[in-house]
């Protein structure tokens, strides 16, 4: 018996008329699509940069009516430095009350679940309340930073960009990370720990591919500060250095101290982060109390406390005024974090990594004699320490006070102090970053595996078979023959009133024409009247068949995985969303074994 047609490459038309944008979503699927993901990601790291400059006007200008200088809370009376953290979270209490639950999710938090387990669909309308209450938080005094909510904005923005091209979902996840470095590089005009973030907390991948976009996307959000508020760095510190290399067991001594407080601070969040659930107006009240409180004897932890944390790396604060700083600033800050006041934990963790290495500095001028060591510098580093213990963020933490003090002696204590309070943190007391913890404690998922992040970073597009056809399931035997005549791997049967077609391989129903011809010359041969042929059942057909179930073509390869265990089936066909007829919405098929083989390679 022969074979049946032999297979050949597809020939156009298909299924996908791959033209113009089509053909750009097309590439993007794959893995190494390099090149147009780098225009997208320059695309996403302008606007993620202008949103995030809009967020710093929105929260520094209106304070110029009541701020003598910006952060300078200590400026204001005593009743006011209580009563602005309370109205403010008064009125961000009744705005959220008025929300759905799921329009009050914002934050890091908030991008890496969506990151997670949402394939990177940031909801507009959360980005908008991110904004405006982000903005409000840090107008009313509360001992946030303004880093959370501009990534929130970041993440959003290369969203949106995604969503507006209709862009597969692996390319969404990559633009949200480029708008995640976009706006620490905006925030802080750091690119180069604005890329390390995005990397090592958000995206947890370390690629070529997946670098070169977030670069490029960090250096427009870095291009986009520097045209609103010039290229000085934030902070204008001197270049000092480490005295003397006795200095190097304060400085362990320190790091010691800064991962104990990190565990503690992760802790407060851990235990509080459920109380989330409950009303937003009982518990901002709450952190606007405690805030407000404190804030009248410590005004310095009011606010950003960038002020605060300039005077730090100078050396201009006392001793008593650290220790009140540090512990009022850790009890404001876990406390709001925690209750989910709308605002970022990276500027504290630098005001309160600042303040416990000046304590340390002062201290060892205090016992060994003034001018031993260097409080600015001790500050510097303490600063490094504390952000990579309570972000687990090692070596963004690291190039984070490169940029910011553009001082490389910090480099060498820098990052003796960041081993030793990462490992105390992480080890010790068994925690990771705050971000991880806080979604363990709402019961979100965290870190995927290694095995889920390779297939998110692959869409079904670029893995499918096109070389399939769509028929009815009764077939006359001319147009059976036309349809293998296009040398097809699959042909999709469409059963209108079935709730899903069914997939035959073609060389099945090839196999069976050549059987039926044969047959028709066998009987011709021995003289038999040839009778008319009758059409061909194809799900009567002998063969390999399989049930598929529907997936839209944007998905991501753990996407088609996870909804062949949801649905049970032994197939899937990719459609393209438009509805109607299936020759139009079809667009691929994929069997269990075309994942398992990709991840075999």
């Not at 005094?141 to 960009?161: D, T, Y």
């Not at 709001?336 to 201290?363: E, Q």
């Not at 404690?441 to 769509?470: H, Y």
């Not at 997936?551 to 066909?573: H, I």
Request: hydrophobic letters at 50%; proline letters at 6%; a positive charge.
């Amino acid at each position: 018996m022969s074979k049946g047609p032999r297979q050949a490459p597809p020939k156009s038309p298909w299924p996908i008329r791959e033209r113009g944008l089509e053909k750009l979503r097309l590439q993007l699927a794959s893995q190494d699509a390099l090149a147009p993901l780098l225009v997208m990601a320059l695309l996403t790291g302008a606007c993620a940069g202008i949103v995030t400059v809009a967020f710093r006007f929105a929260s520094e200008w209106p304070a110029r009516l009541f701020l003598s200088a910006p952060d300078h809370f200590e400026s204001l009376p005593h009743l006011w430095r209580f009563a602005l953290p309370v109205f403010s979270a008064l009125l961000l209490g009744a705005i959220f009350e008025l929300l759905k639950p799921s329009r009050r999710q914002v934050g890091v938090v908030h991008v890496l679940d969506r990151l997670h387990n949402h394939q990177a669909q940031m909801p507009p309308l959360n980005a908008l309340v991110q904004f405006v209450a982000g903005a409000a938080t840090l107008l009313g005094g509360h001992s946030v930073g303004r880093e959370g909510p501009s990534v929130h904005l970041g993440a959003a923005s290369g969203s949106w960009v995604a969503h507006k091209l209709k862009l597969p979902n692996n390319s969404a996840r990559s633009l949200l990370g480029c708008g995640v470095a976009a706006a620490i590089a905006a925030s802080f005009n750091t690119p180069l720990a604005g890329v390390v973030f995005a990397m090592e907390v958000v995206m947890l991948e370390y690629s070529v591919t997946g670098f070169l976009p977030v670069i490029l996307a960090a250096v427009a959000g870095s291009a986009v500060t520097q045209l609103a508020f010039g290229s000085e760095p934030i902070f204008n510190v001197p270049s000092i250095r480490l005295n003397s290399m006795s200095e190097l067991p304060v400085l362990l001594l320190c790091a010691v101290v800064i991962g104990v407080l990190a565990a503690l601070f992760i802790y407060v969040q851990r235990r509080i982060a459920p109380l989330q659930q409950r009303s937003p107006l009982a518990r901002f009240l709450a952190v606007g109390l405690v805030t407000g409180t404190l804030g009248i004897w410590v005004p310095e932890i009011l606010g950003a406390g960038y002020d605060t944390l300039g005077l730090a790396m100078m050396g201009k604060l006392g001793l008593a005024s650290l220790l009140a700083i540090t512990a009022a600033k850790l009890v404001a800050t876990s406390f709001g974090s925690a209750l989910g006041i709308p605002g970022g934990v990276i500027g504290p963790s630098l005001v309160l990594g600042a303040c416990l290495g000046g304590i340390a500095g002062a201290l060892t001028n205090l016992w060994l004699g003034s001018n031993t060591a260097s409080p600015g510098f001790y500050a510097m580093v303490g600063m490094a320490a504390m952000m990579a213990a309570l972000l687990n963020a090692p070596l963004a933490a690291l190039l984070a006070i490169l940029e910011l003090t553009y001082n490389p002696n910090v480099l060498f204590a820098g990052m003796m102090m960041i081993v030793v309070a990462c490992l105390v943190c992480r080890y010790f007391f068994g925690t990771e970053g705050v971000f991880q913890e806080t979604l363990r404690a709402l019961d979100k998922s965290g870190t995927p595996s290694w095995r889920q992040q390779m297939l998110n970073r692959i869409g079904v597009a670029s893995v499918m078979e096109r070389r399939f056809v769509v028929s009815a399931r009764r077939v006359g035997e001319t147009a059976a023959g036309r349809l293998i005549e296009q040398h097809p791997q699959w042909i999709l049967i469409d059963l209108p009133d079935e709730p899903a077609p069914q997939v035959l391989r073609a060389a099945d129903l090839a196999s069976f024409l050549q059987r039926r011809r044969e047959a028709r010359s066998e009987a011709a041969e021995e003289g038999q009247e040839a009778q008319p042929p009758e059409d061909i059942d194809l799900l009567k057909l002998p063969g390999e068949r399989h049930q598929p179930a529907p997936l839209n073509w944007r998905s991501t390869l753990l996407e088609a995985q996870q909804k062949l265990e949801k649905t049970g089936a032994d197939a899937l066909y990719i459609n393209r969303g438009y509805g109607g007829a299936l020759d139009n919405n079809a667009a691929g098929i994929i069997l269990p074994q075309d994942i398992d083989n990709f991840y075999r390679k």
